[in-house]
């Protein structure tokens, strides 16, 4: 019997199913200034289901309750490599549990889903990959190399998980990444980049009856409001057409004048400041100097004008620019093999729409990254998330991740 086939013995889809479920229970919203609204008890789970199955474990303390779980087999010697399967454990709001067909964290069972905040993002991909790397032990197996898995914290707002991983010791060992988030079972190996730009106009403040007497900032803003499709035309010119990714786009999601904290707003005050937010969504083909040549330009184009007005912006939460990765790389090679042994079909490839951890790796180490992973892409953050839960299926999705 091949090593692959004891490893595969060990694999029982009714425990993927389960271990799934037990993670959607655990709720890790995060919620600041909420004590323990954060990752800490889903994490704590899985660093004891590690331990249970004779794996070693390392904790990074990222944040206060927002821990790191890493866990491993083999170790990565010269000429060899090493292998991160990559999940987070925070999930985004459940918004109105009332509004639920049944409880967000009930992780009800129906149908042949599995219901829950968190069910396709993505504690059923986390799930795949633990149990992937518990096969290996549990068959005795070891890997030429070492194989990794990352349970991160905040995925889902500032990657501050992710962002440590890459600067730790573990983080510096990895060659490549396989991302378990829901893509609906493709190969994609393309990711649109986003960039929050958070533009400040500043003015002069003044009385609403006497405009004259001051500088209104909300004009500036909407210089930019019109301004934004010509920017959408610049940026599409300069990425390169993708045929699995839309095209880049400018959406304005926030709007304040003035900013929280900065005064609150009425009606009869022109505020000195106003502040809006721009979600540039990006395809592979433009540099992050690129991106802040046109947000300076749209910024200059404000002020043109409008004399006493400063537009000024800023990144929140950095830059994380598209990907691409090369059907040549080791890793597409492997997932490519491995997707036509357990469906006896090539593979069904597409881009991933928004923007996932393996941005920061692909960015600051370099490596390859494959997103794969169970779920249907549109139903992450909605009422009623689910992901398919029968046996047949977990199980295909898992070999399509795994082999």
């Not at 200034?33 to 004779?54: H, I, K, P, S």
């Not at 990895?174 to 493709?186: R, V």
Request: hydrophobic share 40%; glycine share 10%; net charge neutral.
């Amino acid at each position: 019997m091949s090593q692959l086939s004891r490893i595969f013995e060990r694999i029982n889809a009714e425990e993927v199913v389960e271990l799934t479920r037990s993670l959607v229970r655990i709720p890790s919203v995060y919620r600041p200034g909420e004590a323990g609204a954060n990752e800490a008890e889903a994490a704590a789970f899985v660093e004891a289901w590690f331990r249970r199955e004779g794996l070693p474990v390392e904790i990074q303390e990222v944040a206060p309750g927002r821990p790191n779980v890493l866990s491993w087999i083999g170790e990565k010697g010269p000429g060899q490599r090493c292998l991160l399967l990559e999940g987070h454990t925070d999930v985004v709001t459940e918004g109105d549990p009332h509004a639920w067909t049944s409880p967000p964290f009930a992780a009800e069972m129906r149908d042949g889903r599995i219901y829950g905040r968190g069910a396709a993002d993505m504690k059923s991909g986390l799930a795949a990959a633990m149990i992937a790397l518990a096969a290996f032990k549990r068959a005795g197996v070891t890997p030429k190399g070492k194989l990794l898995v990352g349970a991160l914290a905040d995925e889902e707002d500032a990657m501050i998980g992710v962002r440590h991983l890459v600067k730790s010791a573990a983080g510096r060992e990895l060659d490549a990444a396989i991302i378990c988030e829901p893509e609906e079972n493709e190969l994609c190996l393309e990711q649109r980049g986003v960039v929050w730009a958070r533009i400040r106009a500043r003015g002069k403040m003044a009385h609403g009856a006497m405009p004259e007497a001051g500088v209104n900032p909300i004009t500036a803003l909407g210089v930019i409001l019109r301004g934004t499709p010509g920017l959408e035309k610049r940026l599409r010119r300069q990425c390169e057409k993708s045929r699995y990714l839309k095209p880049p786009t400018v959406t304005p999601t926030i709007i304040h004048a003035p900013p929280r904290g900065v005064g609150a707003p009425q009606s009869n005050v022109i505020p000195a400041l106003a502040e809006m937010t721009l979600d540039v969504r990006l395809t592979p083909g433009i540099t992050a100097d690129g991106v802040q040549a046109e947000l300076d330009a749209l910024c200059r184009e404000a002020e043109a004008g409008l004399p006493g007005v400063k537009v000024e912006w800023e990144s929140v939460n950095a830059f994380r620019l598209a990907t691409k990765v090369d059907k040549s790389e080791p890793v597409v090679k492997a997932m490519i093999h491995g997707v036509k042994k357990a469906t006896g079909k090539p593979p069904r490839y597409g881009g991933v729409p928004g923007s996932t951890d393996g941005t920061i790796l692909r960015m600051e180490l370099g490596i390859p990254i494959v997103t794969c992973g169970p779920g249907n892409r549109l139903i992450p953050h909605q009422v009623d998330e689910y992901v398919e839960g029968t046996k047949s299926s977990m199980q295909r999705r898992f070999t399509q991740q795994h082999l």
